[in-house]
């Protein structure tokens, strides 16, 4: 039983590029979510996902697209990356109140 | 959108000293949480509480849930080195979708 894995660990991108985040879970849950950490901002909801097939934005969306096809993974893109997009992106999923977190995957833009 | 004020934003404190921290908020939340984050991981939960003015402990971890409903408070008691960390509350409003709001961390130093 893994929990909430996260794909990659690290990336470092350009000015433009796109790339996509994986968030898989094996524990059955209905309920995904991605969040972003910056230094002194806690974590900020980008996008989140109440079952397959649904997405709704959360407290930052601007610049990221997500989808979820299967209940057990999660998809993060950045279809046209910017520096303000530097952070730490945790993905996390719910059987109810109690969040479980993946490892994050730091991502800085150059 | 929601906000939480979570205080202080850092502690330096001595092994073996006791440490408190807490989460205000404007709105009334129907839940509240305490997660820790040890460096380079994501957080974990520590403690969770479902109903006003609810006292929870877990090992040397005490929270409680505010009559207000505005309010929740996080003690750790005798603290070790392990303690290190970021201290996060959340509050959970209701609803079927299970979102929280993060207060924006407590950054806690133990000198051993």
């Known amino acids: 039983n893994a929990g909430v894995t996260q794909t990659p660990k690290f990336r470092v991108l350009k000015t433009g590029q796109s790339m996509t985040l994986l968030c898989a879970q094996d524990m059955n849950h209905e309920y995904m979510y991605w969040y972003r950490q910056d230094p002194g901002m806690g974590l900020r909801l980008i996008h989140y996902s109440v079952g397959e097939g649904t997405t709704a934005k959360g407290e930052v969306p601007d610049g990221y697209n997500v989808s979820r096809l299967k209940k057990q993974n999660f998809l993060l893109g950045l279809e046209s990356a910017a520096p303000s997009q530097t952070s730490v992106y945790f993905c996390a999923s719910t059987r109810g109140f109690e969040q479980f977190f993946g490892p994050g995957t730091r991502l800085t833009v150059l | 959108g929601q906000q939480l004020n979570q205080s202080p934003q850092s502690m330096f404190i001595q092994e073996g000293e006791d440490v408190s921290m807490n989460c205000t908020s404007s709105s009334i939340f129907n839940t509240w949480l305490w997660y820790k984050q040890d460096p380079g991981e994501g957080p974990v939960l520590l403690i969770a509480?479902?109903?006003?003015?609810e006292l929870t402990s877990n090992g040397r971890l005490t929270a409680q849930f505010g009559i207000t409903r505005k309010d929740s408070f996080l003690n750790i008691s005798a603290s070790i080195p392990s303690d290190v960390g970021i201290y996060f509350c959340a509050g959970q409003l209701g609803g079927s979708n299970y979102k929280l709001t993060f207060g924006k961390g407590t950054l806690l130093t133990v000198n051993p």
């Open positions: 509480l479902y109903k006003a003015g």
